[in-house]
């Protein structure tokens, strides 16, 4: 029933009654149905054999519904292995309410209630539940209010508990105070177990202290260990490179069995030595495990793990030629990196590059569009550049990309999602469009583009005809404008795709509509992990 929007209650009636009499069903998806507290009563009396009951996206289940739901919990009318929640609106006190029914519900295995607004107080109290013997193995609260108290009391009992295998609390509020606790979890390692905690507010100063808090010999608490050993996910904090080799190194001096994963699996507690630069451009190259010359580093280089590579491929041409695709996403680099880039064209015949998010601003943008202008038609091989999610408003980078741009350049796919652009941002862009012959792709979506950038658009379609993709979603066009621009769009020949889709505020679709054409045929060309 996924998507229904609204569930009549003579359907769920209906439903129940099919339920009751059918016990082969066990799994019921609710998604985004507008389920309330008469479509739970008339639901959940059918429900004995369902395992699986997902919930997500239903905005009406705060108060009551979620009551009714946790009564039925409490007296084992339901008995279900799985629940979600995602995205319910839910608040703190509903969140108490669920860990009380959980304490009494002993069959459930795994909870995804992530994307709501809970705090500690409900951290702490699923953290009793599972201190108390609680068999849950997932327990999923991405991106509540979850601060380090909380995170603290859940962390203390994961590491205790022989059941909860994952542990997801990435995108809240958890800070540098979990650190001693991480420390003992670090090195006890029970088991398989995984915990993500991207995208928090944690810096290099956790981990050193979750370094210093680890058990020595002498503290009589064991390092112990499983096959599989526990997994911190720490992608996307504010951590330096020398904090993850100092944790690393402490690891490592107590035989701990625990990986710390700042990017790619491969990498044991995200250090780059030479060895293992070496070892995973290798690996990559040979296995062509993305594609044939396509190496990728996620979030592990770092400035100096940059250096140690571009110093491999320097020392190695026989590598060096035969990488053609370099993706550097989310690897902190800034615009000194940046410039270790650029030295890559020397020694590399790149045709794709990507250091999407990153921390590069319009200075390393600069410095990267001199040097492609530096390079001789001959020589610049370079059709797909992803630049987005870096700060580049508000200095020379766009009109060095646009002068890059007037020349003869391979360039066929630019990428600059999200770059905080305003329509005065892209204008030498779009302009220095109308000489060019090559470039086919442009994505300027999730900029603070307000509608300006249409007029400039209906401009260059008459003059640039090789253009068949523009991205504009997740702007903020005003409606009106939208409308006055979009029949020329609709009426290009060759242009085949136009978005403008999740605007902020949102556009009817009927006002775009009739741009969007297909445009998967894109990535066949250029896979989208780009």
């Not at 969140?95 to 709501?116: F, H, I, K, Y």
């Not at 010999?217 to 720490?234: A, F, I, L, R, Y």
């Not at 020589?379 to 797909?384: A, D, K, T, V």
């Not at 992803?386 to 580049?392: F, H, P, S, T, V």
Request: net charge neutral.
């Amino acid at each position: 029933l996924q998507n229904r929007l609204k569930v009549k209650h003579n359907e769920s009636a209906a439903l129940g009654f099919c339920l009751q009499h059918c016990s082969a069903i066990n799994t019921l998806n609710m998604a985004n149905c507008g389920v309330d507290e008469t479509t739970l009563d008339l639901v959940i009396p059918g429900m004995a054999a369902i395992t699986y009951f997902n919930l997500d996206r239903n905005h009406s289940l705060s108060g009551k519904p979620i009551k009714r739901l946790c009564r039925a919990l409490k007296t084992k009318e339901i008995q279900p292995h799985r629940l979600n929640f995602y995205d319910c609106l839910l608040n703190s006190a509903d969140g108490g309410e669920l860990a009380d029914a959980v304490r009494c519900s002993p069959s459930m295995r795994v909870l995804w209630m992530n994307w709501n607004d809970y705090d500690d107080q409900v951290a702490e109290l699923f953290a009793s539940v599972v201190n108390e013997g609680h068999q849950l193995q997932e327990l999923n609260m991405t991106r509540t209010q979850i601060g380090g108290k909380g995170a603290v009391c859940l962390l203390n009992a994961a590491s205790k508990s022989r059941h909860l295998c994952t542990l997801l609390m990435s995108q809240n509020h958890i800070d540098d105070s979990i650190g001693p606790t991480l420390g003992k979890l670090l090195a006890r390692g029970m088991g398989a177990r995984f915990i993500n905690l991207i995208r928090n507010q944690i810096t290099g100063a956790c981990l050193r202290s979750a370094a210093d808090n680890l058990p020595s010999s002498s503290s009589g608490d064991e390092v112990t260990g499983g096959e599989n050993p526990t997994k911190v996910k720490m992608i996307e904090n504010d951590i330096d490179y020398q904090s993850m080799e100092y944790l690393a190194e402490a690891l490592s001096a107590v035989s701990s069995p625990t990986k710390v994963l700042f990017g790619d699996s491969s990498i044991d507690n995200g250090v780059l030595s030479d060895t293992n630069v070496h070892a995973l451009l290798t690996k990559q190259l040979e296995e062509k495990r993305l594609g044939d010359g396509v190496v990728s580093f996620l979030y592990d280089l770092g400035c100096r793990g940059m250096v140690r590579l571009q110093q491999l491929l320097a020392q190695n041409p026989q590598l060096a030629n035969q990488v053609k695709v370099l993706r550097l996403r989310n690897n902190q680099l800034d615009d000194t990196a940046m410039e270790v880039v650029i030295s890559l064209f020397d020694s590399c015949r790149l045709e794709a590059l990507s250091v999407y998010s990153n921390r590069t601003t319009s200075i390393g943008l600069s410095s990267l569009c001199r040097k492609l202008n530096s390079v001789t038609a001959s020589s610049l091989h370079l059709r797909f550049l992803n630049i987005g999610r870096n700060k580049l408003s508000n200095g020379p980078g766009i009109k060095a990309l646009a002068e890059f741009l007037r020349h003869q350049t391979p360039l066929e796919f630019l990428g600059l999602y999200t770059c905080q652009l305003t329509d005065d941002d892209v204008r030498p862009l779009i302009k220095a469009l109308h000489d060019n012959d090559t470039l086919r792709f442009v994505d300027l979506g999730g900029n603070e583009l307000m509608g300006k950038v249409l007029r400039w658009l209906k401009k260059l379609i008459r003059h640039n005809s090789t253009l068949e993709f523009v991205q504009l979603g997740r702007c903020k066009l005003e409606e009106k404008v939208v409308r006055h621009y979009v029949t020329t769009l609709r009426t290009c020949h060759h242009l085949k795709y136009v978005w403008m889709g999740k605007n902020d505020p949102p556009l009817p679709e009927e006002v775009f509509g009739g741009c969007v054409v297909d445009g998967s045929c894109i990535y066949e060309e250029w896979p989208s992990f780009l």
